[in-house]
């Protein structure tokens, strides 16, 4: 029996992307967890070195989380760090160039699962959709920070 409620359809919609997404990630063999695309994302955003702390702001992630994240991928030969010549503290995180294929991996597989989920919608549909989620999330900032 379908659910007549709105959030159960939200979380059926989260639960078949991330499976989606899981089940592309590992077809592709790609070294990432799907938890930790939003790192990929970050950094792939202009190329440039970010630091630390920005990636924790923007991904809203722990500092220890965030740093054993990172080790994992530095590992891996995917990311590398840079220590600022007049803080050590501060360090500056991006991804190598042999990461880069992982990222474009992501936006194909992003792109197919939007293609499969707004399929039979039209743009001008698709655009008000857009709009009412973009909405919804910025409605929501107030319990975020609760």
């Given at each position: 029996?379908?659910s007549?409620?709105?959030?159960?359809?939200?979380?059926?919609?989260?639960s078949?992307?991330?499976?989606?997404?899981?089940?592309?990630i590992?077809?592709?063999?790609?070294?990432?967890?799907?938890?930790?695309?939003?790192?990929?994302?970050i950094?792939?955003?202009?190329?440039?070195?970010?630091?630390?702390?920005?990636i924790?702001?923007?991904?809203?992630?722990?500092?220890s989380s965030?740093?054993?994240?990172?080790?994992?991928?530095?590992?891996?030969?995917?990311?590398d760090?840079?220590?600022?010549?007049d803080?050590?503290?501060?360090?500056?995180?991006?991804?190598?160039?042999?990461?880069?294929?992982?990222?474009?991996?992501?936006?194909?597989?992003?792109?197919?699962?939007?293609?499969?989920?707004?399929?039979?919608?039209?743009?001008?549909?698709?655009?008000?959709?857009?709009?009412?989620?973009?909405?919804?999330?910025?409605?929501?900032?107030?319990?975020?920070?609760?």
């Open positions: 029996m379908e007549p409620c709105l959030l159960s359809k939200i979380n059926e919609i989260n078949i992307s991330i499976s989606f997404i899981k089940k592309k590992k077809a592709m063999n790609l070294p990432i967890l799907v938890n930790h695309m939003p790192l990929f994302y950094l792939s955003v202009d190329g440039k070195p970010m630091y630390f702390t920005e924790m702001t923007q991904w809203g992630i722990s500092k965030l740093s054993d994240i990172l080790a994992k991928y530095e590992n891996l030969g995917l990311i760090k840079l220590y600022c010549k803080d050590k503290r501060s360090i500056y995180v991006y991804l190598k160039p042999e990461a880069m294929y992982i990222v474009e991996a992501l936006k194909a597989i992003e792109k197919e699962f939007m293609e499969k989920m707004l399929k039979n919608m039209d743009a001008k549909e698709t655009d008000k959709l857009t709009q009412q989620l973009e909405q919804v999330l910025l409605n929501l900032q107030t319990i975020k920070s609760l």
